[in-house]
């Protein structure tokens, strides 16, 4: 048995629900046992009518305790789940949430942590994965037994396609001492991110060469043409032009996009850490000596305020034809 | 009050690895105190400052991580407890370890890095906490003390949150938390005289690593390279960009 927990918004499954429901299938091959999933928080409820196609079982985790998101509740709900279900194995989004409850889930089940991973795939009891290390400049192969807690890196895997009508169980989960230890005050909206920065198709970061807070009006414009989130370097975030939110980088967001632009920006090793894996690269600068262009695909010699201005007239014209 | 870092030692993001018989091989490698780690040390420094107390540094790794130790030391925490193990150890096993040590010296308040620049491993905070049954609050950005009890400001996946805490607890920094120090001479000459205690990981009865690294290797990067210079005629170079973007890589 293979238990996914699928992240939602309240409303719908999220894509790496769908990604996560695609590996526990390929380990369940060889594990055996079906694919159940766990829906954790409000509008659990209403996600499983949609996550229930995708499995054959969806746990969910609903009420009061479960209103905001701690990482000692999340842990203790998906070790509810795993139990119910006998799960040998433990699928979860690699988001920065899911990265700070699934160590705690991996503790309590005495089980290998796999996190982050590009790919996982079982041979006998034993589970197998590759991920990147040393600030994303090495891949490796990593193997555990079971039981196993496996995080899945967004965007690496193809999407699941639904598979017929599971059923819905709702879980109790009781709540202990230490799920009580941590109180929520206030929520911060993120302003701007219309798309989830670590989950865009598009990714458009500006450096320290867009020259002001201003003119990052120019890259939200092309992000939102391109249907894209808004990065930035830390040399942006230190300046306080944009929030630590949108940082790309070694201390920042680690993006993998089907297109990244770096525009403005020289390409340090820090900022590298953050995007060298997305599929085309394509870079402006005025410096033909900035390192950015040798790890990119496509680059501009050229000044920003008159090369991004035509870009994004280039693209409404590309759209209306 | 105490404070405790957990740090590591990691190769500088700007040294050269290499890899020999398909694991990394770190010798010649420049090594630093995790630059996410420097985060945890200035804070407990500044916790120290602020409230009195003790601020520890406490590390589990090779016995060259020592050195990474001082930095930390000379930055001006007052003394450190290496838990000496070689090669790879997984997070959940070295969380296992450092919660013996961390239950011992019995802190109030823990930092480390949100993220480890060798093993790009978020995992050490959080499995931390879990063994000593205590909160973890991840990627802070804010941090103050508040009638015996933590208010932060952390990162979620979308925005942020501000929380109070029951100590003990676990946080993980980041960037904006603070600005780390540099140590000065006479910190670097006073963190020499500073106690540094090893552990050997076999003393605490942990198992092995709960992971095996298979194999690893180095990702070179394949880009195209094709530059289009725009510095004369910026409209013609973004229409030609677009253009290959369009038809060329096909992702416009």
Redesign the interface.
């Known amino acids: 048995m293979v238990l996914v927990v699928l992240d939602h918004d309240g409303s719908k499954l999220r894509k790496s629900a769908l990604e996560g429901v695609t590996r526990g299938r390929k380990l369940a091959e060889v594990l055996g046992g079906d694919v159940v999933g766990l829906l954790i928080g409000p509008g659990a409820d209403a996600v499983a009518e949609e996550a229930k196609d995708y499995v054959s079982k969806v746990y969910t985790v609903t009420g009061a305790d479960f209103e ?5 509740k999340w ?1 203790k709900a998906a070790q509810a789940a795993a139990a119910a279900a006998g799960a040998k194995a433990v699928v979860a989004p690699a ?3 899911g ?6 889930l ?3 089940l005495d ?6 991973t590009l790919d996982s795939w079982a041979e006998g009891d034993k589970v ?1 994965a590759t ?15 079971l039981p196993a807690v496996i995080s899945v890196k967004p965007n690496t895997t193809p999407l699941a396609e639904p598979a017929g009508a599971g059923t819905v169980e709702p879980l109790s989960v009781e709540l202990g001492e ?1 799920e009580r ?10 302003s701007g ?1 219309k798309v ?1 920065l ?1 989950e865009a198709d598009v990714v458009v970061t500006g450096g320290r060469g867009m020259g002001s807070a201003e003119a990052f009006g120019m890259i939200e414009e092309f992000a939102d043409l ?1 249907g894209g989130a808004v990065g930035a370097t ?1 040399a942006v ?1 230190d300046a306080g032009w944009r929030p ?2 949108e ?1 790309i980088g ?3 967001k680690t993006v993998q996009p ?2 990244y632009f770096a525009l403005a920006l020289s390409g340090a ?2 900022h590298q ?1 953050g995007m ?1 894996k997305s ?4 870079a ?1 600068n ?1 410096d ?1 000596d900035a390192p950015i ?11 920003i305020h ?3 201005p ?2 994004i ?3 409404k014209k ?1 759209k209306s034809a | 009050m105490k404070y405790v870092a957990i740090i590591r030692q990691v ?1 500088d ?2 040294s050269k ?1 290499k ?1 020999e018989g398909g694991q ?1 091989d770190l010798s010649g490698t420049t090594m630093i105190l995790d ?2 780690d420097e985060y945890a040390v200035e804070e407990i420094i500044r916790l120290k400052e602020q409230h009195d107390g003790e601020a520890v540094v406490v590390a589990f790794g090779p016995e060259r991580t020592e050195e990474a130790m001082r930095t930390a030391l000379a930055m001006g925490a007052d003394r450190g407890v290496l838990i000496t193990a070689a090669g790879y150890v ?3 096993t070295q ?2 370890a450092l919660a013996k040590v961390l239950a011992e010296e019995a802190p109030d308040v823990v930092f480390t890095g ?2 480890q ?11 931390t ?3 000593l ?7 802070t ?1 804010a941090f103050e003390l508040e009638d015996g009890k933590a ?1 932060a ?1 952390h ?12 100590l003990p ?1 676990v946080f ?1 920094a ?3 938390l603070n600005e780390p120090r540099y140590p000065t001479l006479p910190g670097i000459m006073k963190a020499k005289k500073k106690e540094i205690k090893k552990i050997d990981a076999a003393e605490l009865g942990v198992g092995g690593s ?10 070179e ?1 394949e ?9 004369k005629e ?2 013609a ?3 030609e ?6 038809e060329e ?1 096909k ?2």
């Open positions: 905001t998101y701690t990482a000692e842990a988001s920065r949430t990265r700070s409850w699934t160590p705690r991996a503790y309590k089980a290998a942590l796999l996190e982050d197998f991920k990147y290390s040393f600030l994303n400049r090495v891949l490796e192969k990593q193997a555990a037994g230490l230890k941590v109180e929520v005050l206030e929520k911060i909206v993120e991110g989830s670590t391109l830390r975030i630590y939110s940082q070694q201390t920042g089907t297109i090793v820090q850490a060298n599929k085309v690269v394509v402006v005025k033909p262009f040798k790890e990119s695909d496509y680059g501009v010699v050229g000044d008159q090369v991004l035509a870009m007239e280039e693209v590309l | 190769p993001g700007e690895i890899v990394v630059q996410m997984d997070p959940i969380a296992a949100g993220q620049a060798d093993w790009d491993s978020q995992a050490l905070g959080a499995a906490a879990e063994a049954g205590w909160p973890v609050i991840t990627w950005t208010k400001t990162d979620l996946d979308e925005g942020a949150e501000v929380v109070r805490v029951e607890a993980t980041q960037q904006g709960k992971v095996e690294i298979v194999e690893q290797r180095i990702m990067l880009r195209k390279g094709k530059v289009i210079d725009g510095t910026p409209a170079a973004a229409a960009l677009v253009k290959l973007l369009h890589a992702v416009l």
